[in-house]
């Protein structure tokens, strides 16, 4: 920072009041990937558990009246 006469002058980084390193991209990345993968994993789970229950059901009601699976 300098004065000019009645201008004072300011560089890129202290005019923005911080420096210019592109944190904030790599936060929103980061956020981005971890949301992603905890909403496929709350998807993932339930969907191969859920559907191995539901053919046991099935299964188990199909024997229960005599048929065949």
């Known amino acids: ?8 002058h300011l560089d890129d980084v ?9 944190v904030v991209r790599w936060v929103l990345a980061g956020g981005l990937l971890l949301a992603l ?9 339930p969907a191969l558990t859920g559907a191995s229950d539901e ?8 024997s229960e009246q005599g048929r065949p699976n």
């Not at 920072?1 to 004072?8: A, F, N």
């Not at 202290?14 to 592109?22: D, F, I, L, Q, T």
Request: aromatic share 6%; no cysteine; hydrophobic share 40%.
């Open 55 to 62: 053919n046991a059901a099935r299964h188990d009601r199909a």
């Open 37 to 45: 993968i905890l909403m496929s994993i709350v998807w993932i789970i």
């Open 14 to 22: 202290e005019a923005s009041g911080g420096s210019k390193e592109g």
């Open 1 to 8: 920072m300098y004065k000019q006469g009645e201008e004072i």
